[in-house]
């Protein structure tokens, strides 16, 4: 019995860093590839989250916002260096990704702000976000919260 708990246990362990290492969403032409979330000290009002979104499809898509039970806001963000200030503005106008083509959020780029956190993200945690899309279609995601550190390429 005890061989078995192992066991059990060993496939569960598994099944969770497979989870961590490569997870997707599909909805129509929307792929969704690795959504994930960096760590928040306790406090912080604010966290980033990132992933890759394609278009398989063959007219362009639109990102206009998202939403989550996490924080009271998601705002889409764009950072970039300017005379070797780094600066930040809002894409009010979502992002489009054209047909065959993918968009990436990442550290030190484009990201999507969670604003007014309710609680601090925390390692190896899933967080729900609804993507939402021009004309109404949404696409459901779990965020998982990891080091930024693992994404270094």
Do not use: C
């Amino acid at each position: 019995m005890r061989f078995l708990t192992l066991a059990f246990g060993f496939v569960l362990l598994l099944a969770g860093a497979s989870a961590t290492f490569a997870h997707g969403y599909q909805s129509g032409a929307v792929r969704v590839e690795h959504p994930w979330a960096a760590p928040t000290p306790p406090g912080a009002s604010v966290g980033a989250a990132y992933m890759t979104i394609r278009n398989t499809g063959d007219v362009p898509i639109r990102l206009t916002g998202a939403i989550t039970p996490a924080a009271e806001r998601v705002e889409l963000h764009e950072m970039t260096m300017d005379g070797g200030i780094m600066r930040m503005r809002p894409l009010t106008q979502g992002i489009v990704v054209p047909p065959g083509g993918a968009f990436r959020f990442a550290p030190g780029g484009a990201h999507l702000m969670l604003i007014g956190l309710r609680k601090a993200l925390a390692l190896e945690e899933f967080i729900d976000l609804r993507l939402v899309f021009e004309g109404g279609h949404t696409v459901d995601v779990e965020l998982y919260v990891e080091a930024a550190a693992s994404h270094a390429h």
